[in-house]
């Protein structure tokens, strides 16, 4: 019996690939803008333009707009230029007219100062233009490097996000993804398997768990496109428009005087003993918000943004709760780059301190631990942002950790510590097992060793702390 070769008809594609959006929980690329932006405030850009492919038949098969929607909008009352891919059109395929769509935001931005936002959707490059297509992406890429530390640059992967895609939400200054819908990855699961003969999944190679907690990609995940979308209007609460603006100051009622006693005993008075920092962290912002930053990655370092007075900070913080805070290669780097991201767009900087040093081992000392250390240095000292630091409770040199956690020697503008804090080299069993090498009564040197190095004081006394 024949069977029917003939290829759907356009319109019955797109609304069968429509079904299966909906199917999965998704919106469209449209409802997504309409859901980032204020109400009727897209403006859209070349709503009516279509690709110029006429190879494999593809002069039949044409829409208005091509794969991508482009323009600016405002979100709570600010301007953002926005592109949102459309998987319905050509599996949201790049072509060289949809990145000269995205240029053409991307180079306005840049223009006018404003953040531009990407909304990622795509199957990846359009096979049948070839190496148009390859052109396209390197010409975003170029535009992305361009923009870095100019604008902010915010990617939302909420689809496939495949092969020479994905280098562009990783330039970008934040990337989030949607969980169980959104992916990450250079080669899929079918190449690997060909290549490698592994057996993986889309979610185990690329997906949001992945990549908010292996491999450091992404910097949060939400639960579906609604949250995503909420969640980044209020993210983009946190951020200036560019480099010559400030961050938006929010009016705050929450006095800057008032007193916070659970600060008093949030910190175990044993050196041992975890707590957690993030309750610090809540105790001193604006209304206990604050926006945490890869919170699945590196769990050792705390970084996100919040408010004081008002005012978008960022905030850096060893977390105690987890490997008792040590710094390691994901730590720094993590750190790193926020530090930067901060310094570039004048966003000041506290850093709450509670450190035992870096992680020893050959595995981190093999990996880099070195290099990577030093680039949260290197951040820490490049930084001309108000910067201040506050010692919760360890301030050890093991691996110069005191040094690189923004200490006064770094440029740091104000140096606080809590009254029970220890700054010194390391601790005092430590240091009296050295000092006194094999001696038997060594241990009765401790008590005296904490005495007169194990506390905030001696540093005071040297100017090393206010």
């Not at 750190?335 to 930067?340: E, H, K, L, M």
Request: hydrophobic share 40%; glycine share 8%.
């Amino acid at each position: 019996m024949p069977t029917n070769t003939h290829p759907l008809p356009p319109w019955l594609a797109t609304a069968l690939t429509l079904l299966f959006i909906y199917l999965q929980g998704k919106l469209t690329a449209r409802e997504r803008i309409e859901l980032l932006c204020d109400p009727y405030s897209f403006v859209e850009f070349d709503m009516f333009v279509e690709h110029t492919c006429s190879d494999f038949g593809m002069e039949k098969k044409k829409f208005p707009g091509d794969s991508v929607i482009t323009g600016h909008g405002l979100i709570n009352g600010r301007l953002a230029y926005i592109f949102s891919q459309d998987f319905t059109v050509f599996g949201g395929s790049l072509s060289s007219i949809h990145a000269k769509k995205i240029c053409k935001v991307m180079d306005q931005a840049m223009l006018v100062g404003c953040p531009v936002i990407g909304l990622n959707d795509s199957g990846g490059a359009r096979i049948q233009e070839g190496v148009e297509s390859l052109a396209g992406y390197a010409d975003i890429f170029l535009r992305n490097v361009l923009a870095s530390g100019v604008i902010p640059q915010i990617s939302m992967i909420m689809g496939p996000c495949a092969g020479g895609a994905v280098y562009s939400p990783a330039i970008t200054d934040f990337t989030f993804m949607v969980e169980d819908t959104s992916y990450l990855f250079i080669t899929g699961p079918d190449v690997v398997k060909s290549v490698t003969n592994e057996d993986v999944t889309q979610e185990q190679l690329g997906g949001a768990k992945t990549h908010t907690s292996v491999s450091g990609v992404a910097h949060n995940a939400f639960h579906n496109d609604v949250d995503a979308l909420l969640k980044l209007r209020n993210f983009m609460g946190y951020l200036p428009l560019s480099n010559k603006e400030p961050a938006p100051i929010r009016a705050c009622d929450d006095p800057s005087d008032r007193e916070v006693p659970s600060l008093d005993t949030i910190v175990p008075q044993e050196s041992t003993t975890a707590y957690d920092m993030l309750e610090v962290v809540y105790d001193i912002v604006d209304e206990r918000e604050f926006f945490e930053i890869m919170p699945k990655y590196a769990k050792n370092l705390i970084v996100g943004f919040a408010r004081i007075n008002g005012r978008t900070v960022g905030i850096v913080g060893n977390q105690p709760k987890n490997a008792s805070g040590v710094l390691d290669i994901n730590a720094s780097i993590k750190g790193a780059r926020f530090v930067r991201f901060c310094d570039a767009f004048n966003i000041p900087i506290i850093t709450l301190v509670d450190v035992p040093g870096f992680l020893p081992g050959s595995a981190q000392e093999h990996n880099g631990v070195i290099r990577n250390g030093a680039k949260l240095l290197y951040a820490f000292a490049e930084a001309t942002v108000p910067k201040i630091t506050v010692i919760t409770r360890k301030a050890s040199a093991y691996g110069g950790a005191y040094d690189v956690m923004s200490s006064k020697h770094l440029r740091g503008d104000v140096n606080y510590a809590w009254p029970t804090a220890e700054v010194a080299v390391m601790g005092a069993r430590g240091a009296i097992s050295i000092l006194f090498k094999g001696k038997p009564d060594a241990s009765r040197y401790e008590e005296e060793y904490e005495e007169k190095f194990g506390n905030p004081f001696p540093a005071a006394v040297r100017g090393k702390s206010l």
